[in-house]
């Protein structure tokens, strides 16, 4: 039997932000879009939610830690719980193994390849990767802004915005990935 997906928007330092949730835990975020509808649509069609709700407990703490991370404050997202079911094993593994990067640390394209099993030399893996990334349902809480590309460039992010929202991301932790604005300067993020 299918789980009922529900979703709410919420406001952050960062602009709106959007979470959809089964009964198993986060099903999708969706970062700001230009406005809140089209944050609302990309949530919608991510995470196929049936409507807004009031977020149960569980939800409702992960939203508050997610305005903490968005406020500049050091989180841990580990606890969330996250529902993962509709995504093939290889990717969820790539998500899992993401999920143990921490705040202010980053990896790349090729090591997380490795750690997530590709021999040393395996370029296509880190393609993988990078693919894998973009279909991230779940970003901030699956990290997929601490990696980057090798070199320590920020390589690329499908989130409305692309890399500078990557980099505004990052400079949250206090990273600045070479080739952006970040990396010349703190960005400035709509509300900080």
């Known amino acids: 039997m299918a789980s009922t997906i529900r ?13 959809a949730w089964s009964e198993r835990g986060l099903v999708a975020l969706a970062l700001p879009e ?5 944050t609302e649509k990309r949530l919608r069609a991510k995470s196929h939610s049936t409507g807004r709700a009031e ?14 991370y968005c406020a500049g404050e050091r989180v841990d997202f580990s ?28 990896t790349t394209y090729g090591r997380l390849a490795r750690a997530t099993g590709a021999p040393d030399a395996d370029w296509k893996a880190a393609q993988r990767i990078g693919t894998a990334m973009g279909r991230n349902p779940i970003p901030i809480v699956v990290p997929c802004h601490r990696v980057l590309a ?13 890399t500078a929202t990557k980099a505004k991301l990052l400079a949250l932790e ?5 080739g952006t604005e970040a990396a010349r ?8």
């Not at 230009?34 to 089209?38: L, N």
């Not at 977020?55 to 903490?68: D, G, K, N, W």
């Not at 969820?92 to 993401?98: D, G, K, L």
């Not at 300067?185 to 900080?192: H, K």
């Open 7 to 19: 979703h709410t928007l919420f406001p952050t330092a960062i602009g709106t932000i959007g979470v």
């Open 34 to 38: 230009r406005d809140e509808a089209a």
């Open 55 to 68: 977020p149960p407990p569980e939800i409702a703490t992960a939203i508050s830690l997610i305005r903490q």
């Open 79 to 106: 606890a969330v719980p996250l529902d993962l079911s509709r995504v093939e094993p290889q990717r969820r593994r790539v998500y899992e193994t993401m999920r143990g990067i921490g705040f202010g640390e980053t």
């Open 150 to 162: 090798a070199g320590g460039r920020a390589g690329g992010f499908s989130a409305y915005g692309g």
């Open 174 to 178: 206090g990273v600045r990935p070479r």
């Open 185 to 192: 300067g703190t960005p400035r993020l709509p509300g900080i």
